[in-house]
C-alpha cells in the first residue's frame, strides 16, 4: 500500500482549513454603474430626503382639505333616575355639515403655497441626489486611485530592491562608496515606507466607499474604471442656463414663490368668511328612534374687527419673508455663476495637466531606460544615475495624481451644473 509523507498531509489539512478564511476575505468588484444603483437604493441621505417630500405631500391635502365639505355626525344616549323617580332615557342624533363660500382667496393661497412647498421639496430631493453623486464619485476614485497606487508603490520598490542589489556589487567591487550604497538603501526603505501607505490608504478608501454606499460593514472592495473623462470640454457652457436649472436654485424659486403665496393669505386675513351650513337630527325621552326630524340651513359670516394687531403684524412677517428669499435667490444666482465657472476652469485644467504629466513621464521612462544602460557601462556617475531614476518615480507618481485630479475635477463639474445621481 502507498503511504502518506507526513508533510503532504499537514499540506492538505492547512489548505483545508484556510478556505474559510479565504471565502470571508473575498474581495467584491464593483464598477460605477453598480457602485450608482447600490447608492440610490440605500442610502440614508436620500431615504430622508424622500421622507420630507412626503411630510410636504401630506402637508398640501391637509391644506387642500380646507376647500372641501366638512361633515360630522354625533348619536348618544343616557338614563336617569332616582330613588323617588322611575328612570328615564334620553336620546339624540344629528348630522352636520359646512362648506366654505368665501374667505378672501386666503385657503386657495394657503393650498398654492402648500403646493409649491412641495415642489420645493421634490428640488431638495434632487440637491441631496447632486451632493450624494459628488460625494459617491469622489470615494469610488480615491479608491480606484488608491488601487494604482498600492501597484505603484510596488514597482517602485521592487526597482529600488533591483538598484540595491546592483549598488551592493558595486560597492563590493570598489566602484562605489558607501555614500552610494547609503542612499540606495534610504530609496528602498522609503519605497518600503510608501507601500504599507498606500495600502493603509486603500484600506481607508473601501471604508469611505462602502459608507457612501449606505453599508454599514463595506468589507473589501474592488472597483474596476479608466482614468478617462466622460464630460467634453471643448465647447463653453451656457453658465446662466446652467444655474437658473439646478435643483438648488429651483428649490429656492419654489421657496419665495410658496412665501409669495403665503403673503397673499396673510393680506386675506382682512376679509370676511363666509360658510354655508345644513344639519339634521332630533333628540327623544324614552322612545328610540325619535319620532321626528329637524333640519337646518343657513349662511354664516364672520367679518375679523380687532385682533389686537396680529393681522398686520402676519402681512408684515410675510412680506419679509418673501423680500428676504428674493435677496437670498439673486445671492445663490450669483454664487451659483461663480462655482460653475471655477469649476469649468478647474475640470479643463486638469484635463490639460494630464496631457502635460504624460508627456513627462514619456521623457522620464526614456531617460531612464538610457541611463541605466549608461550607468551599467560606467559612462554616468551615480549622482546624475539617481537624479534620473527619482525623476522617473515622481514622473509616475505626478500622472496618476493628474489622473487622478481629473476624474475630482470632473466630478466637481457635474456637481456644479446639477448632476444627478442618474445622470451617470
Known sequence: MRRFRP????????????????????????????????????????RSAAESVRQAEAQR????????????????????????????GAWSYGVNASQLLYDGAKTSSQVKSATETLKS????????????????????????????????????????KQNLRLIELLYKSGTENI????????????????????????????????????????????????????EPTRQSPD?????????AYLNLTAQKDAAGYS???????????????????????????????????????SVPIYAGGSGRAGVARAT????????????????????????????????????VQKKYLAAASERARIADAQYSAGLVSFNDWTIIEDNLVNAKKSYLNAQSNLLTAEAAWVQAKGGKLESR
Not at 492538505?12 to 470571508?24: D, G
Not at 387642500?64 to 322611575?86: E, F, N
Not at 510608501?194 to 481607508?204: C, F, G, K, M, P
Open 239 to 247: 453658465f446662466d442656463r446652467i444655474a437658473k436649472e439646478s435643483p
Open 320 to 355: 419679509a419673508v418673501v423680500n428676504q428669499l428674493s435677496a437670498d435667490e439673486q445671492s445663490l444666482y450669483l454664487s451659483l455663476m461663480r462655482s460653475l465657472a471655477q469649476a469649468w476652469k478647474n475640470f479643463r485644467d486638469a484635463a490639460g495637466n494630464v496631457d
Open 179 to 230: 555614500g552610494s550604497l547609503s542612499k540606495a538603501r534610504a530609496d528602498l526603505a522609503e519605497a518600503e515606507f510608501e507601500v504599507s501607505q498606500a495600502r493603509r490608504a486603500l484600506e481607508l478608501a473601501q471604508v469611505v466607499l462602502g459608507t457612501q454606499l449606505g453599508r454599514h460593514s463595506p468589507g473589501q472592495i474592488r472597483v474596476t474604471g479608466q482614468f478617462t473623462a466622460k
Open 263 to 301: 403673503l397673499q393669505a396673510a393680506r386675506s386675513a382682512f376679509m370676511p368668511s363666509v360658510y354655508l351650513s345644513t344639519g339634521f337630527g332630533n333628540s327623544a325621552f324614552r322612545q328610540l328612534p325619535p319620532d321626528r326630524t329637524d333640519w337646518q340651513a343657513g349662511i354664516d359670516v
Open 7 to 46: 508533510a503532504r498531509v499537514l499540506v492538505v489539512t492547512l489548505f483545508f482549513a484556510c478556505l474559510p478564511h479565504a471565502s470571508a476575505l473575498a474581495v467584491e468588484t464593483l464598477d460605477w454603474s453598480q457602485c450608482l444603483a447600490e447608492a440610490a437604493a440605500h442610502h440614508p441621505d436620500l
Open 61 to 88: 391635502k391637509i391644506v387642500r382639505g380646507g376647500l372641501l365639505p366638512s361633515v360630522s355626525a354625533s348619536a348618544g344616549g343616557r338614563r336617569s333616575g332616582s330613588t323617588d323617580a322611575a328612570a328615564r
Open 121 to 160: 421639496s421634490r428640488y431638495g430631493e434632487e440637491s441631496v441626489s447632486v451632493d450624494t453623486r459628488y460625494a459617491l464619485r469622489t470615494a469610488f476614485v480615491q479608491l480606484l486611485t488608491a488601487q494604482q497606487q498600492v501597484s505603484l508603490a510596488e514597482e517602485i520598490m521592487t526597482k529600488r
